[in-house]
């Protein structure tokens, strides 16, 4: 037997769906509803339907947009001629963030990972690949996670782009700004080496 | 008396999930402890000192600390980075099926010294050799030794005559080879060349430094790459995924190939 009445049980169940909410996390949120005002209740729902009805991926870069193409893919003044490979839509925010990037994006929606059975069939490579046809794009930057399945996707793309002549560049590997090189992996250190540049 | 809050371990990591907002749970698999599961709390983070050292397929010394469900990861120190294997799209999809392997034939709590020194082997035999295949095959073979399921190879695992040259089978149920008097259509067994079979009782006997010097031709090697894969799916009933991948690399790739890329 529920000690909740119904459509409080309801929503207790739906908010314990999300992720990093438990049982008592949701009671919580339920209780602020039902303290809040209706306009206010209302206004969530709303925001929840919206970005249902509304969010959708652009045609072109596949990354998830309201407008379709994206305002990246739309935006006239960045440089069409540059393509960033990433693998999930919250990894343009980082990059954008940084205001040194002017270019294009492509979001595969994943990284190759065998061993769960994720194959690049799976992933937005041969949307990628489209969209190199036409000789418009010079540079493709692959900018994968460095781990095992970031770095299989890496050297897949590689492979695969490298008959087309684009010139294909990654993002530099190495020591992280405030870290300390006592406490460095190896790997990340050995990369630091080769990929160190003029002062 | 109280067994002590931290220990130690020499451990290979096997695969990792990311949890919660920058937390990796990852699986390792130790020399002294078997598989086990421990968080790497903040792995994610750029600046973290756990991300790179609990990277598949490091061979690193973890210092760990008991935890209530999972123990953590409190530092990590890489002995060996596999940095060239890492670096090549064969070798590295090699070395996701050899852990793949590993984590599907063992289970937590079952410490295997030589099977350990076997996955640490391969590893760096993968990195030595850039991805022969014969690495695999071996580490098949010895995984499954290790693990109890050691094929017969010598004599008939139904009648125990010794096999004579001609025409033997292959039964992944029964465990072992069949002679021709003993095979009754059983629907899992499969003809095996005498070739095949003096390689396999090769591999069985030998160091990997023995088995490496061994030409094989095209033919052989795929007859044994299709055995071991029958023998490994029918005792885990199921297939390994990342053998697929393999297949596909080998063959060319899936995504290129519509494209007319090669």
Redesign the interface.
């Known amino acids: 037997m529920s000690f909740f009445a119904e459509p409080i049980a309801n929503l207790i169940q739906e908010f314990s769906k999300l992720p990093g909410i438990g049982p008592k996390s949701a009671q919580r949120l339920v209780y602020y509803l039902l303290r809040n005002s209706n306009e206010e209740a209302k206004a969530l729902a709303e925001a929840i339907l919206e970005l249902k009805e509304k969010i959708r991926l652009c045609s072109i870069c596949f990354n998830i947009t309201d407008c379709d193409p994206c305002v990246i893919c739309q935006d006239k003044e960045r440089d069409h001629s540059k393509i960033c490979v990433v693998e999930k839509p919250s990894d343009v925010l980082p990059l954008e963030r940084t205001g040194k990037y002017q270019g294009m994006y492509h979001v595969l929606h994943g990284a190759i990972n065998p061993s769960q059975g994720i194959v690049p069939e799976q992933l937005r490579i041969n949307e990628l690949l489209s969209r190199l046809q036409d000789g418009s794009v010079s540079e493709v930057i692959l900018a994968t996670n460095p781990n095992m399945e970031g770095e299989t996707t890496a050297l897949y793309l590689y492979r695969i782009l490298e008959p087309l002549g684009i010139h294909i560049t990654r993002l530099a590997r190495g020591l992280p700004f405030g870290g300390e090189l006592e406490y460095a992996d190896d790997v990340t250190l050995a990369q630091a080496l080769e990929s160190r540049r003029e002062f | 008396m109280t067994s002590p809050h931290t220990y130690q371990a020499q451990a290979i990591v096997i ?2 999930t990311k949890i ?1 907002e920058a937390d990796k749970v990852v699986t390792l698999y130790t020399l002294e402890f078997g598989k086990l599961k421990a968080v790497a709390k903040g792995a994610c983070r ?2 973290s ?1 756990l ?3 609990v ?4 061979y690193c010394l973890v210092m760990l600390a008991k935890g209530r469900n999972l123990d953590i990861i409190t530092q990590s120190q ?1 002995m060996d ?1 596999f ?1 060239k294997v ?4 064969w070798c ?2 090699c070395s ?2 050899i ?2 392997l590993v ?1 599907a034939f063992t289970t937590e709590g079952s410490p295997n010294q030589p099977l350990f020194e076997l996955l640490l082997d391969a590893l760096k035999n993968l990195s030595l050799s850039n991805g022969d295949e014969t690495v695999l095959r071996y580490f098949e073979l010895h995984l499954l030794q290790h693990l109890g399921y050691r094929p017969q190879l010598r004599r008939c695992v139904v009648c125990n005559s010794p096999l004579k040259p001609g025409v033997n089978f292959f039964s992944p149920g029964q465990g072992g080879a069949l002679c021709s008097g003993c095979n009754h259509g059983e629907f899992t067994s499969h003809p095996i060349s005498i070739d095949a079979l003096k390689v396999l009782r090769l591999w069985q006997d030998c160091d990997y430094h023995t088995v490496s010097r061994v030409k094989m031709s095209s033919k052989l090697s795929s007859e044994l790459r299709l055995l071991m894969q029958e023998y490994i799916t029918y005792l885990l009933q199921r297939e390994v ?2 053998m ?3 297949e ?1 690399l080998k063959t060319g ?4 190939s ?2 007319g ?2």
């Open positions: 695969k990792q919660g750029p600046g000192k991300g790179g050292n990277e598949p397929p490091n890489t980075g940095l890492k670096g090549d799209l590295i999809s996701s099926y852990l793949e984590d995924k990342s697929a991948w393999l596909k790739f899936g995504v290129g519509d494209c890329v090669n």
